[in-house]
């Protein structure tokens, strides 16, 4: 391998978060400029927001189940 496996996840996890971070900016942009398909987006991205956090909170130990 390339890359240590445990370095090669933190870089997987990291990348979500920063996709989900410019995803969100983009949308605001483009929702603000007036764009309907933005808008559409919005609560697709909401759904993959809440996913991450949760995620995130598993991952952290504050959720289980």
């Known amino acids: 391998?390339?890359?240590?496996?445990?370095?090669?996840?933190?870089?997987?996890?990291?990348?979500?978060?920063?996709?989900?971070?410019?995803?969100?900016?983009?949308?605001?942009?483009?929702?603000?400029?007036?764009y309907v398909r933005a808008l559409w987006l919005i609560t697709i991205w909401m759904v993959l927001i809440v996913w991450l956090l949760g995620a995130l909170m598993f991952v952290c130990g504050k959720l289980w189940g």
């Open 1 to 34: 391998a390339i890359v240590d496996a445990k370095t090669a996840g933190c870089l997987a996890r990291y990348s979500k978060f920063i996709i989900s971070g410019v995803g969100t900016v983009l949308i605001e942009f483009f929702a603000i400029r007036g």
